[in-house]
């Protein structure tokens, strides 16, 4: 049998809302334990649906936030699911806030209540719920990241092909704080042409090596001017290489393919560019 639960705006469902409507606790354990629902904390639901890591993380932020007091503001990585800022192997254990306060940060199993007071300028609200901004929230999670330097590039790649004002990036950059000069040195070689997290992690393993650092997203033309190739990196157009990740393989998906459809495709691609001499590299 369906069940139709109470949700609010941000599809949560609140205990006591769903027992003013007549679910019992045992119903709704009940639920948790089938799968229909997603216990986010106590008090607090979702329905499971075929929400993936990102979606689930942002209603615990977002629930997070209502139940909190303050001039509070989802910052981290809380902040970028919100914008839609792409991260590498973030941490979506616990929803981030800054609570608006100088003192009294502390961790539980769901929440980060971070101490700080973030200014009106670098504050933006999102569905009606405070966070960061932009800029902020990239150089917040480039200078925590756990995944460093690549981490650092991945975020602020992404914050630059969502419009990111590069200028207040490098403004916010000048403040000394933990994991800032890695920041640095990341935004250093930030490019909105990186089209995913698993590009820039590609690219920051080259930069990391010494390696000269590639062009991005060049297109190839054979003799009579048709279009072969759109590549991930290039070295002035006689080396290719080709970040190969699952995600990527997701996405060149056309209506009615599977993956054996995809790779075929992407072989006879590399054969056109190896045609006109360009040698072609891939790696995962």
């Known amino acids: ?60 932020a977002i629930a997070v936030y209502l139940g909190a007091v303050g001039d509070k503001v989802l910052s981290h990585e809380s902040a970028a699911v919100l914008l839609g800022l792409e991260m590498l192997k973030p ?43 932009l800029e902020r929230t990239a150089v917040d999670v480039a200078c925590t990241t756990a995944m460093g330097f690549a981490g650092a590039l991945a975020v602020f790649d992404s914050a630059l092909r969502n419009g990111a004002d590069a200028e207040e990036i490098t403004r916010l950059l000048k403040r000394k704080r933990r994991g800032v000069e890695c920041a640095r040195r990341a935004f250093d070689f930030a490019d909105a042409s990186a089209e995913n997290p698993g590009e820039s992690w590609g690219r920051a393993q080259m930069i990391e090596a010494g390696l000269p650092v590639p062009r991005l997203q060049h297109m190839f033309y054979d003799e009579r001017g048709k279009l072969i190739a759109r590549t991930d990196y290039d070295w002035e157009g006689q080396l290719v ?4 990740g699952d995600v990527k393989y997701r996405k060149l998906l056309r209506p009615g393919e599977n993956a054996t459809d995809v790779v075929t495709r992407e072989k006879k691609r590399e054969d056109n560019l190896r045609r006109i001499g360009v040698m072609v590299i891939r790696f995962t």
């Open 241 to 244: 290489a080709e970040f190969d």
């Open 1 to 60: 049998m369906t069940r139709t639960y109470p949700v609010d705006r941000y599809g949560l469902i609140h205990r006591g809302r769903a027992k003013a409507a007549g679910y019992t606790d045992y119903e709704l354990n009940s639920a948790v334990n089938r799968g229909e629902l997603i216990k986010l904390f106590r008090g607090v639901l979702i329905p499971a649906d075929d929400r993936d890591a990102l979606g689930t993380h942002r209603s615990l």
């Open 91 to 133: 941490d979506l254990t616990r929803a981030q806030l800054t609570t608006g306060y100088r003192a009294g940060g502390r961790k539980d199993a769901h929440r980060h209540m971070r101490v700080g007071v973030i200014p009106d300028e670098q504050r933006t609200v999102v569905d009606g719920i405070a966070v960061t901004s």
